[in-house]
Each structure stands twice: as C-alpha cells, then as structure tokens.
C-alpha cells in the first residue's frame, strides 16, 4: 500500500523511532521548562534575579563546550551520543526530587542540576542536527526538520498542559519525575533505530584545536551561515530575556496558578503546531531566504500583546501573542536548519551545529543573567518590552545578507 504524501517519512520505520524518540525527549524537556524555574519560584522562594540566574545556569552549556562538542560529535556516532545524553540527562533530573523528599533542596543544587542538563543538551542537539541528514537524506531535509519540528510544537502544547496540573497535584519538584521519564524513553527508542552509521574517518589531525579551527572558519566564511548564525545571536538573547520574566510575569503580575499558566505556555505550542505544519509550504512559496527574515519582522513585534495584558480578557491577547511568535520562530527554524545542513558537508556537520550553536546561544546565560537583573530593576512588564524589540531587530544580519546576496537580485 503506498504511502500517503502527507505521512512520506513517517511510513519509514526508523525516521519513525526517531520521530518517536524526539517526541518524549522534547515532552520531557517541555515539562521540565516550565517546571524547573517553578521549583524554585514556589519551593525555594527564590527572587527574580535567582531565577535569572537559574535560567542563564540552564543555558550556560554552549559557552562551555559549544565548540569542542562539534569536534567530539564528528569523531563518534551520533545516534550513540543521542542515546548516551538523553540516559544521562534523565538520571540528572532525578536528584531534585529526591532531594525535596529528603529536605536536601537547596538552589545551588537546581544550578548543579541545570548547569549539568545543559551541557549534556549541547552535545545531543548537536548530534541530532548532524545524524538527520544520514538518516533521510539531503533532499528530504526540509520535510525531516519540519515533522521533527510539528512534534516538537505538539509536546510544547501537551508539555506545559501536562506539567501546570502535575505541579498543582504533586508539587514541582515531584513533577520532573515525568521529565526524567520522557528522557529515558527517548533514549531507548533511538537505541531502536536499525540504520546504523558508519564510524566516521579518523581525523587527519589529532588537534581538536584544528579541528575546531576549521569549522569556526567554514561557518564565519559562509556568508548565509554567518548571517543566521548572528541572528538568532540577537534572537536567542532576547529571547531567553523575556521568557526569564515571562513566568514571573504570569505567576506574580497576572496572579496565574501553575495550571493557568501551563494553559498559556500550552498557546505558544499551538502556535509552533501551525507554523511546523505550513513551515514546508511558505519555503518553497516565499524561499528559504526570505522566508528567515520576513517571518521575524511578521511575527516578533506581536510579542509585545504579552505586557500590555492585564487580569480579565485581554490575557488571551497576550496568549495569542505568543502563539504568533512561536509560530514565525518555527517556520524560520526550519527554513535556516534546512539551508545549513544542505550548504554544509557531512564531515563538518558537527561542527558547523555547534559552531552555529556556541555564537548564537553563547549570549542565551548572558540573556538569562541580563533578564533577571533587569526584572529586579525595572520590573518583569519592562523586561518583556525589552526582550520583544530584540527579538524583533534580530531579522538585520539575515535581511543584510538577503539583500547582497545574487538569489535577492535573481529573483
């Protein structure tokens, strides 16, 4: 019976795991997004600049081992470090409630917890970006990233619906529990995985320092690569901004317990849905390189409806804000991811992901320390207008790029 056009990669079997494993690893991450900052807001008590702190401590991964972690990653099997982080990962989360249950919790042990879960996440999403290609090819990249991304905004929804009434029921911390979990099923479905890689060619050169070398010079070298790459930069730091307030913001300013709050949260998932499922279409309508830009510019200032809300109807406002920002954030994530696998050869997958990875997440902890610093300053409301003008002048690298590139002037 031949496939229909809709499903296409997903009536292969092991695009199929993958599919799965990302579903319950990106279910688990979503749980624990919500409910790590919530551990310490309502267990600990902590202030905005903690949480702050918290958030950049989550982040902090890509400035560690950004670099060497690409390096690593093309010298192994990366559907074997897939497997490893997320094991590793799940066994992390563990210890914070075993730790509330044992009266040991304390916040330096959440930044332990999350500096450790960050860096772990450095070296799984790099091995992700770099193992999709293997698996489905490089002309089906595009429908790979968007169905990987269409579950990914399905767990966004179901993530936080999940997590707001787990954390009313049993507590925050009791709540990571299902994060583990998630994480611990993810790996063992991509154990599952029968399309087996080859062990890459062992180095010309034994220095990881020439290694890294390279692929920091292909990417700042490429001027598309670099040009996304100082994008989402700017993105992902006012991003991590305005998401560090965003929860203070809901919790404190518009008085939401953890169930409404997951409902909201759950609005940005449906608008990552939509955007994963018209992703493929706007790109060969609108163009991969156009489509970067113009849905920054469309969607970003939209953010802004998030703190001009206030208790009673025009939070939904604000929901549908943020369902908008997600949903142009997807549709560019999939067009770049597309275009940088495909400019890029197999050998320096890894470490064009984590080169890309290390510029533009490198400021994600800065945004994190800068967004908890300015909420005790100024405010979460303040913070949030912040970090929406941010996110909205990232579109320049790309629209710089766009306009001096010979696609732009060949139509």
């Not at 330096?108 to 290609?133: C, E, I, K, Q, W």
């Not at 995985?193 to 290694?211: G, Q």
């Not at 608008?271 to 920054?296: C, E, F, M, N, Y």
Request: glycine share 12%; hydrophobic share 50%.
């Amino acid at each position: 019976m031949p496939t229909s056009p809709r499903l296409r990669l997903l009536g292969d079997r092991d695009f199929g795991r993958l599919f799965a494993a990302t579903a319950l690893g990106q279910l688990g991450d979503r749980i624990m997004f919500l409910t790590l900052p919530l551990v310490a807001i309502t267990s600990l008590h902590a202030d905005e600049f903690q949480v702050g702190l918290l958030a950049a401590t989550t982040t902090s991964g890509s400035l560690l081992v950004g670099l060497p972690a690409g390096a690593w990653v093309d010298r192994m099997r990366k559907r074997s470090v897939m497997i490893g982080t997320d094991l590793l990962r799940a066994s992390a989360l563990l210890t914070i409630p075993l730790a509330w249950w044992t009266d040991l919790l304390t916040i330096r042990l959440l930044y332990a917890v999350a500096l450790l879960h960050g860096v772990l996440t450095v070296f799984f999403d790099v091995a992700h970006v770099s193992y999709l290609p293997h698996l489905v090819g490089r002309d089906k990249l595009v429908e790979g990233n968007a169905k990987l991304s269409a579950i990914r905004s399905v767990t966004s929804i179901g993530g936080p619906a999940v997590a707001g009434p787990l954390v009313g029921l049993v507590g925050a911390p009791a709540t990571l529990l299902a994060s583990s979990a998630g994480m611990t099923m993810s790996g063992l479905f991509a154990a599952t995985i029968r399309r087996r890689e080859e062990m890459p060619e062992p180095s010309r050169s034994s220095r990881l320092a020439r290694e890294i070398k390279e692929g920091l010079h292909f990417v700042l070298q490429h001027p598309a690569l670099r040009a996304i790459m100082f994008s989402d930069a700017l993105f992902n730091l006012s991003l991590v901004m305005y998401q560090t307030m965003l929860l203070v913001f809901l919790e404190r300013t518009m008085g939401l317990p953890p169930f409404g709050t997951g409902l909201v949260l759950s609005c940005m998932g449906c608008g990552a849905l939509l955007g994963a499922l018209t992703a493929t279409r706007l790109s060969k309508r609108i163009g991969q390189g156009p489509v970067i830009w113009l849905t920054t510019l469309a969607t970003c200032p939209l953010a802004v409806l998030m703190p001009l809300a206030r208790p009673g109807w025009t939070l939904y406002g604000g929901a549908i804000g943020l369902a908008a920002l997600s949903m142009g954030g997807v549709v560019r994530v999939v067009a770049q991811s597309s275009l940088q696998q495909a400019v890029t050869p197999d050998r320096l997958l890894g470490r064009m992901a984590a080169t890309a990875r290390f510029v533009s997440s490198g400021g994600i902890p800065l945004g994190g320390v800068i967004g908890g610093a300015s909420g005790s300053a100024f405010g979460a409301t303040a913070t949030l207008w912040i970090g929406a003008a941010g996110m909205t002048l990232s579109a320049a690298p790309t629209i710089m790029w766009w306009r001096t590139s010979p696609r732009s002037r060949g139509g």
